[in-house]
């Protein structure tokens, strides 16, 4: 099947501007690409689809744009990718070799880098991919050298004492003062009362319900972060009221080097001891003195501490079906399950949630069994029902186009040789061989449907037969005993709601897999 659209790639970073580049801007790129495309005949009637990534690095390809372009790309839905230039796409020159020269060419992509002239139509079979690798190099260089500067000079500001962060909660920036922070008039007296009561003696789940009763938008609500799902970010916990006491900064202080990347790729940021902290006094105005940061924080320390307990993989599938926060497992005479909202919020419906995991997952388990049974009984009956070849029919109506379609050549040639042996006329000639032109193309496009239909089924069947396998394997599981199908359970639960302690919803990883069959 002909693949028709052409997928345009947009990214921008602070390593390629610093805001102030237009010539290197989302709608500069969109531009040139466009322009492009419309200079070239074979590509100006193709569909596009965009995908862009503002604010990302080109060091590596972790990011959200380019990983649904590239899932498109997989799903044979892209046959064209065009940036306006390679650095747009990479800066790593061996992942975008790769890329090129590999993964590309395999999947049958064209690739076109508009400024550096590149088209990878131009280079099939010649060296044209060394100098894709060289330009690619120079730009890695480029990307190291840029961001070893900014680390250097944000270094610099940081052993100096000036911000070069987000501000925390309570603090907010002045216009055209990005390296200092001031108390926020809106967050301030929320963080000065946090330390307050924890000097009078209120512990931290006890100041959180205050706040969450109060109606104080917490730090993620404040900043307008909180993301679709994140639940918890609307109230707040003991944990965010800890992390405020503990944040030596709003004593005036700058805190600096807590946290760092080795690598400029580095994922992950490494944590540095706290004797390795650079702290510069005075550098901003106090929300609370030294005096008041100490003796909350020694409120804190007098707060028992219970030794550490690493969840499994069954603590993580209940949650809550009031609020959506995962139940925490408490300690008894056996180990429970119970929300933790009701320590923030007076009278919440959650307060009724208090399961002993004997009994909760005894419940599961009963259930677990009578849906495998379920799912065992409704493999049977799918095995053993004759499915209809819907394949067939269509292979019969492709061979026969193509059939059809070799005629119609055959009858030309023929034509052409009454022509030239004067058994027909010019005018006649032309008449009929338009007639049979036609009668190709009508052909040809019922077959490039016929073709589409028989692509589109072989993709579902491909999928109904992953899914019928992870069916038949979910179905075998019926017959094991009830110890190993104990443990396997949590492997087949995607999650388990709970409303009260006679009500909850289990929701199965298998549903969606039976789904497709």
């Not at 209809?388 to 019969?396: C, H, I, N, T």
Request: proline fraction near 3%; glycine fraction near 6%; charge should be neutral.
């Amino acid at each position: 099947m002909p693949k028709k659209q052409i997928a345009v790639y947009l990214r921008l970073s602070l390593e390629d501007t610093g805001a102030n580049d237009e010539s290197n801007s989302i709608t500069a790129q969109r531009g040139i690409i466009a322009q492009f495309i419309q200079g070239q005949p074979e590509l100006a009637s193709m569909k596009t689809v965009e995908f862009v990534d503002d604010g990302y690095s080109g060091t590596n390809f972790d990011r959200p744009g380019f990983k649904r372009m590239m899932a498109m790309v997989r799903s044979g839905d892209v046959s064209c990718i065009i940036v306006k230039d390679l650095s747009r796409f990479a800066r790593n020159y061996i992942e975008a070799g790769d890329y090129l020269e590999h993964i590309f060419p395999y999947l049958g992509i064209r690739f076109i880098a508009v400024n550096n002239h590149y088209d990878s139509d131009q280079f099939i079979g010649t060296t044209g991919g060394i100098d894709v690798a060289f330009r690619n190099f120079m730009y890695e260089m480029y990307s190291v050298d840029i961001s070893k500067k900014v680390k250097t000079s944000q270094h610099m500001l940081m052993r100096s004492g000036r911000y070069v962060s987000h501000c925390p909660y309570g603090y907010t920036k002045i216009k055209g003062q990005k390296h200092h922070m001031v108390p926020d008039p809106e967050t301030a007296p929320t963080v000065r009362d946090i330390f307050l009561w924890a000097i009078e003696g209120k512990k931290s789940t006890e100041i959180a319900r205050i706040l969450n009763e109060k109606h104080i938008p917490t730090p993620m609500q404040h900043k307008k972060l909180s993301r679709q799902g994140m639940d918890n970010d609307a109230m707040w916990s003991h944990q965010a009221v800890i992390r405020i006491i503990r944040d030596y900064k709003y004593t005036g202080a700058m805190v600096s080097f807590k946290c760092g990347n080795e690598t400029i790729r580095a994922k992950v940021q490494k944590r540095y001891a706290p004797e390795d902290y650079v702290i510069n006094e005075g550098m901003h105005e106090p929300i609370v003195t030294h005096d008041e940061y100490y003796a909350a924080n020694d409120t804190l320390r007098k707060v028992k501490k219970y030794d550490v307990v690493r969840t499994d993989r069954r603590d993580r599938v209940y949650y809550c079906g009031h609020c959506g926060r995962r139940l925490r497992k408490t300690f008894g005479l056996d180990e429970y399950y119970s929300c933790a909202t009701p320590l923030y919020i007076r009278d919440a419906p959650c307060a009724g949630i208090h399961w002993s995991r004997t009994n909760i997952e005894d419940v599961v388990f009963t259930t677990y069994k009578r849906q495998l049974q379920i799912v065992s009984e409704a493999y049977r009956r799918t095995v053993n029902e004759k499915q209809p070849d819907k394949l067939a029919p269509l292979r019969a109506q492709q061979k026969s186009l193509r059939i059809q379609l070799g005629g119609i050549g055959g009858k030309v040639a023929s034509l052409y040789e009454q022509f030239r042996s004067d058994e027909i006329s010019r005018n006649a000639f032309l008449e009929k061989k338009s007639a049979l032109s036609e009668d190709r193309d009508r052909l040809q496009s019922e077959l490039s449907r016929i073709e589409d239909e028989i692509e589109s089924l072989l993709q579902k069947q491909e999928e109904s037969n992953t899914a019928m396998n992870a069916i038949k394997n979910i179905a075998a599981a019926a017959d094991e005993p009830d110890d190993k199908l104990r443990e396997r359970m949590y492997d087949d639960i995607d999650r388990v709601i709970v409303f009260d302690n006679e009500n909850l919803k289990i929701e199965w990883k298998f549903d969606v897999a039976f789904q497709l069959s």
